[in-house]
């Protein structure tokens, strides 16, 4: 199986008048990353090698919805993808819960990431 290993990055908005959110080739392209990564000018976000249900690629850091009909979930929530123990997870600190991210799966669904949307972890969940 072929895995395909992406990142992307995240400027933070500390050192640059609007954040921005790049693949890693764009990052080279345009800036020194290595001094950047370095200094702590950036975020780095790691491709877990699935899409959500509108094809959507999921990152590390990414906001998740999750739905209804996957069997054996907890009720729907949102919570950020973080890897853990070696396993993509969605978590949700606020409730204690963590369910894996473990395919591709119809009912999960990125609503954004903790970099640009952190307001959507804090809202009901």
Same mark, same amino acid.
């Given at each position: 199986?072929?895995?395909?290993?992406?990142?992307?990055?995240?400027?933070?908005?500390?050192?640059?008048e609007?954040?921005?959110?790049?693949?890693?080739?764009?990052?080279?392209?345009?800036?020194?990353?290595?001094?950047?990564?370095?200094?702590?000018?950036?975020?780095?976000?790691?491709? !877990? #090698?699935?899409?959500?249900k509108?094809?959507? $690629?999921?990152?590390? *850091?990414? %906001?998740?919805? !999750? #739905?209804?009909?996957?069997?054996?979930?907890? $009720?729907?929530?949102? *919570?950020? %993808?973080?890897?853990?123990?070696?396993?993509?997870?969605?978590?949700? $600190?606020?409730?204690?819960?963590?369910?894996?991210?473990?395919?591709?799966?119809?009912?999960?669904?990125?609503?954004?990431?903790?970099?640009?949307?952190k307001q959507?972890?804090?809202?009901?969940?």
């Amino acid at each position: 199986m072929k895995r395909e290993i992406k990142f992307r990055a995240f400027l933070n908005s500390k050192y640059y008048e609007k954040p921005l959110m790049l693949s890693w080739e764009e990052l080279l392209e345009q800036y020194d990353a290595i001094d950047m990564f370095q200094r702590d000018l950036m975020t780095l976000m790691q491709y !877990t #090698g699935l899409h959500d249900k509108n094809g959507r $690629e999921i990152y590390e *850091g990414d %906001v998740v919805r !999750t #739905g209804k009909d996957n069997i054996g979930d907890p $009720e729907p929530m949102i *919570g950020q %993808v973080i890897m853990r123990e070696g396993s993509w997870i969605i978590e949700n $600190e606020k409730k204690q819960e963590a369910i894996d991210l473990f395919s591709e799966i119809t009912s999960r669904e990125v609503i954004g990431n903790i970099f640009e949307d952190k307001q959507l972890l804090e809202g009901k969940q």
